[in-house]
DNA sequence: CCGAAGCTCAAAGGCCGACC
DNA sequence: GGTCGGCCTTTGAGCTTCGG
């Protein structure tokens, strides 16, 4: 039986990747000449196009968008597979991880992480990349465009695995001299001011409004926010309040704004949060040290 | 020794942005 | 709008390596 050239799914992976011969071939250690025939050894073998004119670069097929992925997995794993018994050297190791998290886990334990980075791995760079589009993490674990995602959700595909980091309360910030803080906080007196809902996609109803609909009341969101700093930074000249995962209060008073906080005067579930990657990285020793000194991260503050 | 495979070098041709 | 230079991909020619 003839096997395929193994060789080409190491040029597709860096062509797809850089979307350029040039770019492709400077990975690979060869000129762009022999990277075009290359190319259109892909090409044959392939039966499409892969990669076509589009003015000075090249752009990807259908057919090539749809191979990415399963390209980038098989490279990685070709990768493991010859690389897994070298023992992990810290010290040199070069590498820029991949987290997507918002600023609940951003506020308080990116410092302490990227000191154990840099004490343990000081030539790894620790990179917070922006939400896509649409909630592609899945796609973005499975691609490798993520080393790990740091979020509450659990909507995540089947063979996603996931690591409980720790579990936070939802307290509230409103400005000093806010007139919740005149009389007894309670629920009613809570529902009756304005709100800011913190959804990187967009939403205004939560958890909160749940528990308030439990208790026969409703709230009205007035603003919504992507992260929670964003949403802090309207408290100080207005009546709005932020309800916020308790830590990351120690990082807002750092702040200096004139806010202060009040507990929820209602019951409401704690939150897991959670870090999640895809089953390839389980034996990356490099990807398992990273998962380790986040949880000790998260272990060690408050 | 010979052919196949893959490489480099050099050159051609297309596209884009800057400049007049 | 036309010209020019730079960048990119592609291709022809020739070289090296390797296996039969």
Same mark, same amino acid.
């Not at 259908?62 to 018994?85: D, G, T, Y």
């Not at 993490?137 to 089947?158: C, F, K, N, V």
């Not at 007894?184 to 609909?213: K, M, N, Y």
């Not at 807002?252 to 929820?264: D, K, N, Q, Y």
């Given at each position: ?51 076509? &004119?589009? #003015? +000075?670069? %090249?752009? /990807?097929?259908?057919? $090539? ?6 390209? =980038?997995? !098989? ?124 959804? &990187?996609? #967009? +939403?205004? %109803?939560? /958890?909160?409004?749940? $528990? ?6 409703? =709230?009205? !969101? ?81």
């Amino acid at each position: 039986m003839q096997l395929p050239d193994m060789n080409l799914l190491v040029a597709l992976d860096a062509l797809l990747d850089e979307g350029s011969v040039v770019g492709a071939a400077r990975r690979m250690n060869l000129s762009p000449a022999a990277m075009s025939r290359t190319l259109t050894r892909i090409r044959d073998a392939v039966g499409d196009p892969v990669l076509v &004119r589009a #003015g +000075r670069g %090249l752009v /990807p097929t259908p057919r $090539a968008i749809a191979l990415r992925s399963q390209v =980038r997995q !098989v490279v990685e794993q070709a990768n493991q597979l010859f690389s897994a018994n070298h023992d992990l050297d810290l010290a040199s190791l070069e590498r820029a991880f991949n987290l997507r998290a918002n600023d609940v886990f951003i506020a308080p334990f990116s410092a302490p992480l990227l000191d154990a980075m840099r004490q343990q791995a000081p030539r790894t760079v620790l990179r917070f990349v922006p939400e896509g589009a649409g909630g592609d993490e899945d796609q973005a674990l499975r691609d490798g465009r993520l080393d790990l995602y740091i979020s509450a959700t659990r909507e995540l595909g089947p063979e996603i695995k996931v690591q409980g980091l720790f579990s936070t309360t939802f307290v509230c910030l409103a400005r000093n001299d806010h007139p919740i803080f005149d009389d007894e906080i309670t629920a009613e007196r809570f529902a009756a001011f304005e709100q800011i809902s913190v959804s &990187r996609r #967009g +939403r205004a %109803l939560g /958890p909160i409004d749940s $528990a308030l609909g439990v208790l026969g009341l409703q =709230r009205r !969101v007035a603003l919504i926010t992507p992260s929670f700093h964003s949403g802090m930074f309207s408290l100080p000249d207005s009546e709005l309040i932020l309800p916020l995962p308790e830590h990351m209060l120690h990082s807002v008073a750092r702040l200096g704004l004139p806010l202060r906080s009040f507990r929820m005067p209602f019951a409401l579930e704690p939150v897991q949060v959670m870090q999640a990657w895809h089953p390839r990285f389980d034996n990356d020793p490099a990807h398992r040290w990273l998962r380790q000194t986040l949880k000790a991260c998260c272990s060690r503050q408050p």
